[in-house]
């Protein structure tokens, strides 16, 4: 069986191998994603992935089990997506500084006529931060390309105090939801690791 990861994300592709799943393809899906739709954000990320996921599915085979997922932040409710540009990403940071908020991925698994949709979320504490510790992390560039303005697998992680959840759903991919969702469709990510 042909899978294919509907994602562009170096960490998704690197999360997606750390469970086991090796021969896979990527696939960039062409969809507006914009993060500005009316919906909770747990339903903003099913509904993404769900349209990342078919966009992907017309392009492969009619066999190819279909990897996709959506990520974005959320403070008080409203959605932090990527930054538009170094100030944006310092006006996000200032509001996440010293507050909780949550992370919400949400991912679909398709093959043929039949897909799953779930999404999780895990909570995130920063520790307050000094307007010279923004601009600092801002000069890094990684905040640029990211939900929320940070990465917590990067420089990010100096930002972050503690977090409730899965942390590879703050990555991007909930690694425990998706390998059961996986072993549904017949792909068992702990034989694969064992085969290595």
Do not use: W
Request: glycine letters at 12%.
């Amino acid at each position: 069986m042909e899978i294919i990861l509907a994602s562009g994300s170096p960490r998704r592709r690197e999360l997606l191998g750390q469970m086991g799943v090796r021969n896979f393809r990527t696939l960039t899906p062409d969809i507006d994603e914009h993060s500005d739709r009316p919906l909770p954000p747990g339903r903003l990320v099913e509904t993404i992935s769900a349209e990342k996921a078919r966009a992907v599915a017309a392009q492969a085979g009619p066999d190819a089990l279909v990897i996709a997922a959506d990520t974005v932040v959320a403070l008080d409710g409203a959605v932090l997506g990527k930054p538009a540009d170094p100030a944006d990403a310092r006006r996000m940071l200032a509001a996440l500084s010293g507050r909780r908020h949550q992370v919400y991925t949400g991912f679909t698994v398709l093959r043929g006529g039949e897909a799953v949709t779930r999404s999780e979320a895990t909570e995130v504490a920063f520790r307050p931060l000094s307007p010279g510790e923004i601009d600092a992390y801002v000069s890094t560039g990684e905040p640029l390309d990211k939900a929320g303005a940070y990465g917590i697998q990067g420089v990010g992680a100096l930002l972050v105090e503690r977090i409730r959840g899965d942390y590879f759903n703050v990555m991007g991919l909930p690694v425990c939801a998706l390998g059961q969702v996986l072993a549904g469709f017949g792909v068992d990510c702990l034989a694969l690791s064992a085969r290595r």
